[in-house]
C-alpha cells in the first residue's frame, strides 16, 4: 500500500537548513496496523504529513497504492486525499459553525454526492460511533473523545483505503484514549490501513507493528 | 458554477458573521443608491432643458435681415438688406437637406381685431403652410394655412387659443369671420403652443394674402428651415450655403456677420447635450469612485474572512477540497454579497426617483428624473464585475492556504 524509498526531506528555517528525514525506507502493506513513535522534532509528523499528501519531499519515491506521488498539482493532490485517505488530527479540526452531521458529510460534498445521500451515510457512521443521537449538535457542544469520534466518523465516511491518525489522543484523558484506539483496531478489522502517529508507548503497543524514528531515521522496526 | 449546495455552504458562513455582513452589504449598497440617484438626477436635469428646448424644432435655422457692416464691391457699408419671395424660392431649390421651409410676412403693430361686438389687438404673422413645423404649433380644431390658400390668396385665419377666448368667449369659432384692420377672414383653425403664451395671442394667415392686404407686394422679413436628420456637420453646411447664396443675391461679403443674421437652435442645443454629456460623465466617476470604494471595502473584509477561516480552509483542503473549490467558494461569497446588496440600493434608488418624480412638480430645470433599463442592467454587470474584483486577491490568498501550516496546533 505504501513503499517509500529513500526519502529525504529538509526545510530552510531562517539561514540553517534542518535535514527532517534522512534516507527513509518504509513500506507498510494494506490492511496493516502500524504506530509511528518519535519524540517531537523527531520528523514523524513531517513523514505523516508526506504520507498524507499534504507535504511535499525533496529526494526518493513514494508509491501510495502503486501510484507514484511526486510534484503532484494540489488538485491531483486533493482528489488523491480524497479518495485514498482519511484524517485524524490531535486537535480534532471540526468546523466549528457545522453540527456533528454536516462535519462528517464535508468529505463527500468533495466527491459530488447528493446532499441527501451525504446525510444519509453520514448519519450511518454516526450510528455506527453510537453518535446518532449527537448529529444535530455542535461541536462546542461535544466532549473531546466525542468530537474525536465525530472525526473518525468524518474520515471514514468517504470509504478510504488509510486513515492517518497524528496524535490522535493526545488532547484526551487516558478513558477516552483507551476508547478511542479500541475503535482505531476496529477499524483496522474491517481492512483498512491504519496508520497512527504518537509519543505515547501505551498506545503504540496496542498496535500491530511500532516504527521508531529518532532525527528523521528509522532506528527500529517491530 | 451555481448549485444550492454551494449557496447552503454560503449561508452557513454569513449568517455566523451577520454584522461583518451587514457593514460590507451596505457599503456597497450605498455606492449602487448614490450612483443610481445621481443618474436619475442629472436625467432629470437634461429632461428638464430638453423639454425646454422643445417647444420649437431644435434643428431648425432662423433667417433674419441684417444691415450691411462692410463695404463691398463699391456699395457702401449700412445698407439694409430686403427679402423677397424669390430668395425664398431659391433657398428651397438649391439647399439641399431642407425639412421644413417658409417665410415669415410681419403685419406690424397691434391689429385690431374684430368679431360681432368684441374686439381686442393682436399680432399677424403671414407664413407658408410648413411653418407649422417650425414653430411646434399644436392645432386644436381646423387645419393650418394650406398650399391652395396661399396660391388663391385666400382670406383665411388660423388664431391662437387667446385670440380664440378674448373675440368668441365660448362660441364656435371655426367657420366664422372676423375682422382684421376692416378686412373679413375666415376662421379656419385654432391652435396653441403649451410653452409659450405670446404665440398663444398670434393670427397667422396664408403669405400670399398678407403680402398683398398689408400691401408688402414680395417683401419677406424671415426665412427659416429645418434641417431634419442631418448631422450637425451637415447642418452647418446648409447655414453656410444659405448665406452665400443671400450674399450672392444681395451683394454682400459673405463675411459680413450683420448683414444676414442667421441663427439655429440645434447650435445652443448641442452645445447643452455636450455639457450633459459632460455632466454624465462626471456622475458615472462619481458614482463609480464610491462603488469602488464599497469594492475594497468588500475585499478587505473578505481577506479579514479568509484570514480567520484559514484553520476551515485547511481542514477542507486535507478532506479533498481542490484550491480551485476553494476559489470559487470565497469568489461566489463575495459576488453573492456584492449582488445581493447592490440590488438592494438599486431598488431603493429606483423607488426613490419614483417617488420624487411622482410628488415634486415638473420644472424647467427639472422634471421625470429616471433610469432606464440598460443603464440599471449595466449598474448589475458592474456588480458582479466588482464582486469578482473584491473577491480575487482574498480567494487567490484562500487557495494558497497549505493545509499542513494550517493544522498545525498551536
Partial sequence: MI?????????????????????LEVHIQAGELVSIMGSSGSGKSTLLNIIGILDSYDAGEYYLDNVLIKNLNESKAARLRNQLIGFVFQSFNLISFKNAMENVALPLYYQKVSRKERN?????????????????????????????????????????KIILADEPTGALDSKTSHDVISLFREI??????????????????????????????????? | ???????????????????????????????????????????????????????DAINSVWIRRGQTSKPYKGLQAGREIQFTNEDYEELQRTIEGIEYISSRFYVWGNNNITYKDNYEAFNIISAHPEHQYLENTQLMKGRFINVRDVEQRRKVAVIGNQVETALFKKKHAIGEYIGINGISFKVIGTFTDERDEWQQRLIYLPISTGQRVF??????????????????????????KARSILAQRHHFDVKDERAVHIGNRWEEYLKFM????????FIWVIGIG????????????????VKE????????KALGASPWSIIDLILTESIFITVVSGYAGLILGVGVLEIVSKYVPPSTYFRNPEIDVTVAVGALLLLVFAGCVAGFIPARKAAQVKPIVALHDE
Avoid at chain 1, 448529529?135 to 468517504?158: D, F, K, T, Y
Wanted: charged residues 20%; contains cysteine.
Fill in chain 1, 3 to 23: 513503499r517509500i524509498q529513500n526519502l529525504n526531506k529538509s526545510y530552510v528555517v531562517g539561514n540553517t537548513e534542518m535535514h527532517v528525514l534522512k534516507n
Fill in chain 1, 120 to 160: 444519509k451515510r453520514a448519519l450511518a457512521y454516526l450510528d455506527k460511533l453510537g453518535l446518532l443521537e449527537w448529529a444535530e449538535h455542535m461541536p462546542n457542544e461535544l466532549s473531546g473523545g466525542q468530537q474525536q469520534r465525530v472525526a473518525i466518523a468524518r474520515a471514514m465516511v468517504s470509504e478510504p
Fill in chain 1, 188 to 222: 483496522h478489522q474491517t481492512g483498512i490501513t491504519v496508520i497512527i502517529v504518537t509519543h505515547e508507548s501505551d498506545i503504540a503497543e496496542r498496535t500491530k507493528r511500532v516504527i521508531q524514528i529518532r532525527d528523521g531515521a528509522i532506528i527500529a522496526d517491530v
Fill in chain 2, 1 to 55: 458554477m451555481l448549485n444550492l449546495d454551494k449557496f447552503q455552504e454560503i449561508f452557513d458562513t454569513v449568517k455566523k458573521n451577520k454584522l461583518r455582513t451587514f457593514l460590507t452589504c451596505f457599503s456597497v449598497a450605498w455606492g449602487i443608491f448614490i450612483l443610481i440617484i445621481l443618474l436619475g438626477a442629472g436625467t432629470g436635469l437634461e429632461n428638464g432643458v430638453r423639454q425646454e428646448f422643445s417647444r
Fill in chain 2, 215 to 240: 400691401n408688402g407686394k414680395n417683401k419677406v422679413h424671415v426665412i427659416s428651415f429645418t434641417t431634419g436628420n442631418s448631422s450637425p456637420e451637415e447642418g452647418a453646411a446648409m447655414e453656410k
Fill in chain 2, 274 to 281: 455636450r455639457l450633459f454629456g459632460g455632466i454624465r460623465i
Fill in chain 2, 290 to 305: 464610491t462603488i469602488v470604494a464599497g469594492i475594497v471595502g468588500v475585499s478587505n473584509i473578505m481577506l479579514i474572512a
Fill in chain 2, 309 to 316: 477561516r484559514t484553520r476551515e480552509i485547511g481542514i477542507r
